[in-house]
């Protein structure tokens, strides 16, 4: 019984990570003036090492950053135990693609979103962004 709660649940964490992205990456490159509502008024972002929290913080940041253009190469997702998050439905969701800002060269990036379940709608509790810069 628990082992067929964890594929449901996996699945469901799938699923939802596949629209939730689609979303997301579709509202950060089109609709940036939107993005304060995917996040918890209390979210977090980390955007390359620089940090805010608060959706309206948030939205401030997102909206001063370069045009973007991203194109997502992984995507995994993976449902939070119960006990860590007392009972709240939240999955952990990675990914990693390439942007491009303006005119530039695209840059690898990698992308790390927990969300949380709030009425029908997904919530970005916390966001991690981290372009791929190579070591020198």
């Not at 939205?59 to 006990?83: G, R, V, W, Y």
């Not at 992308?111 to 791929?132: E, H, P, Y």
Request: net charge neutral; hydrophobic share 35%.
């Amino acid at each position: 019984m628990v082992e067929f709660k964890l594929k449901n649940e996996i699945s469901q964490a799938c699923r939802t990570a596949e629209d939730f992205t689609k979303l997301y990456y579709e509202s950060i490159d089109k609709r940036r003036h939107l993005m304060s509502k995917l996040y918890l008024d209390t979210g977090i972002l980390v955007w390359n090492g620089n940090g805010t929290s608060g959706n309206d913080q948030i939205q401030k940041f997102l909206m001063e950053l370069p045009t973007t253009d991203h194109t997502l190469n992984t995507l995994d997702a993976q449902p939070i135990i119960d006990s860590a998050v007392a009972g709240q439905l939240t999955f952990l969701i990675q990914v990693s693609g390439n942007v491009k800002f303006q005119d530039k060269q695209p840059k690898s990036f990698q992308q790390n979103f927990m969300i949380t379940a709030q009425g029908d709608k997904w919530k970005i509790v916390s966001d991690c962004f981290r372009l791929q810069e190579p070591i020198s």
